[in-house]
């Protein structure tokens, strides 16, 4: 029968199909697990957040002596039963309960997890990972993935215009006018960071790598709050509407494997996230976009972020505004 | 600037514009409106919950001496602009507060409100509709809507079986079987109500018309728990797995309006409510199925609403399932 703290799970399954079904990210993951087979041949792994348990398996096709797979969600008494249909129940140990809590009974070779949320930092796992990883890991031992690195680029944003555009439409089919609710729409729409997919025609600008974190190193304290500078030539005329983050992330196998959520790559389900202007700016070849971007936690709840750009374009008045990332499902 | 209580109503203004863009719910609301100038024109009007303030203008449109406009949301300020830009402030006053407490300076000849949620009940606006209709509407005022049913059939729900279907499909693209999820993917998927478009060829007999609520009359008591006997006789050879309800509202115009959320009529944003079987089964031509449907307040959260069915078909096991009806957005 059902149980009260069931219920969470629930809403994530369909979160997990959506991971699953975005083949650019398994096949990363089940590609760069596979070249590193002489790294996990024979060798203990930790898959952190293992959900469904499919990077376990993975990691027992590339011969791991054992996979301990820790799941804090209620997800973990199905995990076992995907382990069983396939047969590896002696290779793969789900554990279940929180990383930063479960005792493993070794230190092991191997970390793989898929921590990365919107963004790349929100609501992601990634502190546990570093728990895991200080804790019971081998020195010298394998991160997959290594390094993951946030990039951001001014863009133009035509999906908010047209959004906007529905409240001039809308009043005219029903022969009123309905087109004062434009600006409040507006601030709804713009109010927070959206997540969404950017095409590559939108960016303005070479994307600039803003931030990049060694995973064998970094630590919770690096993530608390994370800060860069950034400057941008726009590449020609254009409205200038927002700014857009992704990020990409390296596994370091002989041959590396690259996961890239770029508008540039195949779109995944983690899309693009957007922060938009509230004044538009006309921008031209050479217009120079410059600024600071800051990521810290949200000031009233830790799970989310706030993200807050200050920037300026050529010499115009320096812009500062905090896009809280909450909810962003 | 944006204040706290704001934030919530912003959410509100994708469903805001959900609803506009619904022509089959706002050309309803519109032409009964205008069918029904001889009784609006020179009259005080109530619209109850206004949103965007749309049925208001329709009202000025068809003569009305007064609306008064009752929103408790914030964006209550956004309909008095809207009502500024329709050049309508001397006839829709704005009144921002909850129905049961605002004060009108009159009693109303005529209510309008568009109340109506997921399968008719949930998340209502009605106990809110019917206390204004107590306090103001003078006897034998005009309704609009007047009256309400609930429908309900025995369906098969092809949906349903593709989205499990993923879960063997997922395992082989990536050399893994996962199909030892689709158990709990279906407790996931039919744990409680959902709202979603039902194909009238998924329809397995003819749609009872279980409730009916005369809206000039109905009580706040009447709605705290609804009970219906159903029986139906199968069309023909089908997977019975689930049962749908959908809701009609009808406008007492001299040529009457039917606002029709049926399988059968154009899809609306209210879609169709389905509660998945647990053990989907074979009936055939004349298959008896029959039960009862009883609505009643959520267990933990009395704006959610329980449906509970309790049904047979033909001389097998009677069966017993509460579906509730929460979060459905």
Redesign the interface.
């Known amino acids: 029968m ?1 149980t009260t703290e069931d ?1 969470s799970a ?2 994530d ?2 979160i997990h ?1 959506d991971m ?2 975005d ?1 650019v990210r ?2 990363a993951y ?1 590609l760069a697990i596979l070249r590193c087979w002489e790294q996990i041949r024979g060798k203990a792994v930790v898959d952190v957040g293992a959900g ?1 348990g ?1 990077l376990s ?2 990691c027992v ?1 590339a011969g791991a002596r054992k996979v301990y797979a820790i799941e804090a969600s209620a ?1 973990a008494e ?1 995990t076992r ?2 382990v ?3 047969g590896m129940e002696g290779r793969i140990e789900v554990l279940h309960g929180r990383a930063e809590e479960v005792e493993l009974p070794e230190k092991v070779d191997v970390i793989v997890s898929e921590w990365m949320g919107y963004s790349l930092l929100y609501e992601s796992m990634l502190p546990s990972v570093i728990h895991v990883r200080d804790k019971w890991l081998k020195k010298g031992g394998l991160m997959l993935p290594s390094e993951a690195s946030l990039y951001l680029a001014p863009i133009a944003d035509a999906d908010t215009e047209d959004r906007l555009q ?2 001039e439409d ?1 009043g005219t ?9 434009k600006p ?2 507006h ?2 729409i713009t ?1 927070k960071v959206q997540v969404k997919p950017v095409q590559m025609e939108d960016i303005l600008a070479s994307p600039a790598k803003v931030m990049t974190f060694d995973l064998t190193e970094v630590s919770v304290e690096d993530l608390s709050c994370v800060k860069t500078a950034f400057s941008f030539k726009c590449y020609g005329w254009s409205q200038m509407q927002g700014f857009s983050t992704w990020f990409d992330v390296v596994f370091p196998s002989p041959k590396p494997v690259l996961l890239s959520t770029s508008p540039y790559s195949q779109e995944t389900h983690w899309m693009q996230s957007v922060m938009s202007l509230d004044d538009p700016v006309q921008v031209t070849q050479d217009t120079r976009v410059k600024g600071v971007l800051k990521i810290t936690p949200n000031s009233r709840n830790n799970r989310f972020l706030d993200m807050t750009l200050r920037y300026s374009v050529d010499n115009r008045e320096e812009v500062e505004r905090i896009y809280p990332m909450d909810d962003c499902r």
């Open positions: 059902e219920i629930y809403a399954m369909e199909a699953l079904a083949s398994t096949n089940r469904t499919i398996l993975f096709q997800l199905e039963k995907v069983r249909a396939n529905f409240w809308i089919k029903y022969h009123v006018d309905m087109s004062a609710l409040y729409a601030r709804c109010r």
